[in-house]
């Protein structure tokens, strides 16, 4: 069973803005990224066009530290915070590898819930975890920081 997972990637000049660093919406799809990566790193997929299984998005927070720029390699660390029935709380931790000595560079957490969609894809209703994903997937230490509520700045 899995409970982290990491994934590296650079950063492309369409994922920066016109200030030269990445525009803030762009860790949220960092983080989706790492999603769907770890769950092929299970054999599975996020989306099967055959299945009426969803994983919408119920909850997304993002705190930054540090800007990132064109070219950085980062090191993105998903750990699996939580499993319930129907969902999945993921953290995630985001590091430069270019710049080691700069520390943690962002953190997140994504929350997703396990659902069935209607055939005409307008409805979906919440449903257990399929055992078969399930089992697969077990909740992990992490670091003890990612249990907690981000800091906000006052």
């Not at 599975?44 to 800007?67: M, N, T, Y």
């Not at 064109?70 to 998903?78: A, G, M, Q, S």
């Not at 709380?89 to 997140?108: D, W």
């Amino acid at each position: 069973m899995a409970c982290e997972f990491t994934v590296t990637r650079q950063v492309e000049f369409s994922d920066t803005d016109m200030a030269g660093i990445v525009h803030f919406s762009n860790f949220f799809r960092f983080m989706e990224g790492a999603e769907h990566a770890f769950f092929r790193s299970l054999g599975l997929s996020i989306h099967d066009g055959d299945s009426e299984l969803g994983w919408p998005r119920v909850h997304a927070e993002c705190d930054f530290k540090q800007p990132l720029r064109f070219e950085d390699v980062i090191e993105i660390r998903l750990y699996v915070r939580e499993k319930r029935k129907n969902r999945i709380v993921y953290g995630f931790i985001f590091q430069k590898l270019n710049e080691p000595e700069s520390g943690e560079i962002a953190r997140g957490t994504v929350t997703v819930a396990c659902v069935k969609r209607e055939k005409s894809g307008r409805k979906m209703k919440s449903i257990p975890i399929p055992k078969s994903i399930a089992d697969k997937i077990t909740v992990g230490e992490g670091p003890a920081f990612l249990d907690r509520r981000p800091h906000r700045a006052r």
